[in-house]
């Protein structure tokens, strides 16, 4: 399986503006900017999706694993907060933290604490700054 999402940048870094699309149609030319990704202007930005991702990735992980110990979820709310520093190496994403907060009738906590920490270390976007890294470069004239 394989996801395609894309995005378009216009000018310099802090007086550019960029959208970014995803082949679902979800998002479509949605804007993001210096001001949406380091300030607080109206759009997006590569880390508020990828706090997205991994709440949403983390959450079908979890019912996952619970459903595996015969139990089901009433309800999995989950908030996955992303941080990123200015390092010497220039911008990083240095945690990202998960706030969960689950119904699950008949569940003791362990059972529960057991669940949400495999879905925390199994979930894909979990381990995505472990994947192999490729690119495609093409300058046009």
Not at 49 to 63: K, R
Not at 75 to 87: E, Y
Not at 119 to 135: D, E, F, H, R, W
Request: with cysteine.
């Amino acid at each position: 399986m394989k996801r395609k999402s894309s995005a378009v940048w216009k000018g310099g870094i802090k007086d550019g503006k960029g959208t970014i699309s995803t082949d679902s149609g979800v998002l479509s030319d949605t804007q993001y900017s210096f001001s949406t990704r380091f300030e607080d202007g109206k759009g997006t930005n590569p880390e508020e999706l990828i706090a997205a991702a991994h709440a949403g990735c983390f959450s079908m992980a979890l019912s996952g694993q619970l459903g595996n110990a015969g139990l089901t979820a009433e309800s999995i709310n989950t908030t996955a907060t992303v941080t990123l520093d200015k390092t010497d190496g220039g911008f990083t994403i240095t945690a990202v933290h998960l706030d969960v907060t689950a119904k699950i009738p008949g569940t003791e906590q362990q059972a529960f604490e057991t669940a949400a920490n495999n879905a925390k270390a199994g979930c894909p976007v979990s381990k995505v700054l472990n994947a192999q890294i490729t690119m495609n470069a093409k300058l046009e004239a």
